[in-house]
């Protein structure tokens, strides 16, 4: 790279890093599926919780051995044909990229389902969300990632203190009883709930832009796993056992609802945290869906592998944008959007257990990489049976 390149461009560093895998991650599922879980399986709609936590520890873990592996390798493409045929790679790999544009909708569509913007239609808003956040991609992966680190740690210090605040108020008679639909009925809310555990990858996408990526990436990883899991597990008991499951299912806002029941008037403060979030999770997405689009778009279409002096992929955000942006046009439901995102997700994380454990030569990883793809399977296979 030359060196009038270099004066406009700095790597991710660790915090960045960290900040796209939890922005990527908690977004605007962690403030609607609550409730659509607990509506679905009562009390028990925690083991959907608990499930997807293994899945995702495990297929997380696998990511983490590859990364080391293949160090600095780009946006997953090229890592899996390590694996995989050129062509089934690329099958993979398109799979995931409709997946993040589905992820990117999704996200917009909650936004503005929480926005009412100056009388605004919902789609047009959204439309426009997506648009600017296209546009600060555009100006540089440094203010980019600087953007998603601040919108991260907004949104995840309130979400502790909430977790935090209705801790004296759980009621062990509020998880009783626990399965009121049915011992089995969490496997059906567990597709809906894998939705906030996805986009912990992106962390690992960005691999070419980082210094020393074979200890960064996995510490990254590592780092989202512990993060993710204690603020999903911890604030799912505090919300079903403050105010009840059935409560939770009655409202669309389930920790609006349980803050406000408890702390009146802080409504509206949580509804700020949800958007903030949201708008976190809308930016990783579509950062680290550029990067994959570049990554394998660039190897048929060369005007995809071209870079602007700050190193962004040009054309692969136009791209990202101008797709979504019609998606939302199109098609503006968010649950069928996160359904329609994890399955596409869902597919290409059990070929990375898959990858891990044919390039693996670790009885551990191994073990990781059958618990992702049983666990993974059976969460995916729920989504057609429910």
Same mark, same amino acid.
């Given at each position: 790279?030359?060196?009038?390149?270099?004066?406009?461009y700095?790597?991710?560093?660790?915090?960045?890093?960290?900040?796209?895998?939890?922005?990527?991650?908690?977004?605007?599922?962690?403030?609607v599926?609550p409730?659509?879980?607990?509506g679905m399986?009562?009390?028990?709609?925690?083991?959907?919780?608990?499930l997807?936590?293994?899945?995702f520890?495990?297929?997380? =873990?696998?990511?983490?051995?590859?990364?080391?592996?293949?160090?600095?390798?780009?946006? #997953?493409?090229?890592?899996?044909?390590?694996?995989?045929?050129?062509?089934?790679?690329?099958?993979? @790999?398109v799979?995931?990229?409709?997946?993040?544009?589905l992820?990117v909708?999704?996200?917009?569509?909650?936004?503005?389902?929480?926005?009412d913007?100056?009388?605004? /239609?919902?789609?047009? &808003?959204?439309a426009?969300?997506?648009?600017? &956040?296209?546009?600060?991609?555009?100006?540089?992966?440094a203010? $980019? =990632?600087?953007?998603?680190d !601040?919108?991260?740690?907004?949104k995840?210090?309130?979400?502790?203190?909430?977790?935090? =605040?209705?801790?004296p108020f759980?009621?062990?008679?509020?998880?009783?009883?626990?399965?009121?639909?049915?011992?089995?009925a &969490?496997?059906?809310?567990?597709?809906? @709930?894998?939705?906030?555990?996805?986009?912990?990858?992106?962390s690992a996408?960005?691999?070419?832009?980082?210094?020393?990526?074979? $200890?960064?990436?996995?510490?990254?990883?590592?780092?989202?796993f512990?993060?993710v899991?204690?603020?999903?597990? $911890?604030?799912n008991?505090?919300?079903?056992g403050?105010?009840?499951?059935?409560?939770? *299912?009655s409202?669309?806002? /389930?920790?609006?609802?349980? !803050?406000?029941?408890?702390?009146?008037? #802080?409504?509206?403060v949580v509804? =700020?945290?949800?958007?903030i979030?949201?708008?976190?999770?809308?930016?990783?997405?579509?950062f680290?869906?550029?990067?994959v689009?570049?990554?394998?778009a660039?190897?048929? !279409?060369?005007? &995809?592998?071209?870079?602007?002096k700050?190193?962004?992929?040009?054309?692969?955000?136009?791209?990202?944008t101008?797709?979504t942006?019609?998606?939302?046009l199109?098609?503006?439901?968010?649950?069928?959007? *996160?359904?329609?995102? !994890?399955?596409?997700?869902?597919?290409?994380?059990?070929?990375?257990?898959?990858?891990?454990?044919?390039?693996?030569? $670790?009885?551990?990883?191994?073990?990781? *990489?059958?618990?992702?793809?049983v666990?993974?399977?059976?969460?995916? *296979?729920s989504?057609?049976?429910?």
């Open positions: 790279m030359a060196e009038n390149e270099n004066a406009n700095r790597p991710l560093r660790l915090v960045d890093l960290i900040g796209l895998g939890v922005g990527g991650t908690i977004g605007s599922g962690i403030f599926v409730a659509i879980s607990a399986a009562g009390p028990s709609s925690l083991l959907a919780w608990v997807c936590a293994i899945s520890g495990a297929v997380l =873990a696998c990511l983490i051995w590859l990364s080391r592996r293949f160090a600095g390798m780009g946006a #997953f493409y090229t890592l899996f044909t390590k694996a995989f045929s050129e062509r089934l790679s690329g099958a993979i @790999v799979c995931y990229i409709v997946s993040g544009i992820g909708a999704t996200v917009a569509a909650a936004i503005g389902s929480c926005v913007f100056f009388g605004m /239609p919902a789609p047009i &808003f959204e426009v969300v997506v648009i600017a &956040f296209g546009a600060l991609n555009l100006s540089g992966v203010l $980019s =990632a600087w953007v998603e !601040v919108l991260t740690v907004l995840v210090l309130p979400l502790l203190l909430i977790t935090l =605040a209705l801790m759980i009621s062990t008679a509020n998880f009783t009883p626990f399965s009121p639909h049915g011992s089995f &969490f496997l059906g809310s567990a597709v809906v @709930v894998y939705w906030c555990f996805t986009g912990f990858e992106l996408i960005p691999s070419r832009r980082v210094m020393d990526p074979e $200890s960064t990436v996995p510490r990254s990883l590592l780092y989202v512990v993060i899991v204690a603020i999903y597990l $911890s604030i008991v505090a919300l079903i403050s105010v009840g499951s059935a409560a939770l *299912a409202t669309l806002s /389930p920790i609006s609802y349980a !803050v406000d029941n408890f702390f009146k008037g #802080f409504g509206p509804l =700020a945290i949800a958007i979030s949201m708008l976190s999770a809308l930016n990783a997405y579509l680290g869906t550029s990067l689009i570049e990554s394998f660039g190897k048929y !279409v060369p005007a &995809f592998a071209r870079e602007s700050r190193r962004v992929p040009v054309l692969s955000i136009l791209l990202c101008t797709v942006v019609a998606l939302l199109a098609m503006d439901r968010f649950v069928f959007l *996160a359904s329609a995102s !994890v399955i596409t997700t869902l597919i290409p994380y059990i070929f990375l257990c898959v990858a891990a454990f044919i390039l693996v030569d $670790s009885k551990w990883i191994r073990l990781m *990489a059958i618990i992702g793809i666990s993974t399977a059976a969460i995916l *296979a989504s057609f049976i429910h």
